[in-house]
């Protein structure tokens, strides 16, 4: 599973000189590296919003998540 930020301009989400990212890869299942929890996408999207917000303070962002039961809780 892969999950990360694209946007219009820019791409994916990356801090200004490149070395941080927001991408998150791993093998989703019991067996294998678990699932991606609500907690997983909320660290996700503070961290997101770190880099934003120190790279790019005069734009405005807005996050849209798809409906999944694991994105259920609001910031």
């Known amino acids: 599973m892969v999950s990360d930020f694209p946007f219009a301009d820019y791409g994916w989400l990356r801090s ?3 070395k941080e990212v927001t991408r998150v890869v791993f ?3 019991k067996k294998r590296e678990d699932y991606f929890t609500n907690d ?4 996700q ?3 997101a ?3 934003l917000s120190r790279d ?3 734009e405005m962002h807005i996050f849209i998540l798809d409906n999944a039961t694991t994105h259920t809780h609001c910031f």
């Open 16 to 18: 200004k000189e490149g």
């Open 27 to 29: 093998k989703a299942g």
């Open 40 to 43: 997983d996408v909320i660290k």
């Open 45 to 47: 999207t503070h961290h």
């Open 49 to 51: 919003m770190d880099i």
């Open 56 to 58: 790019y303070p005069d």
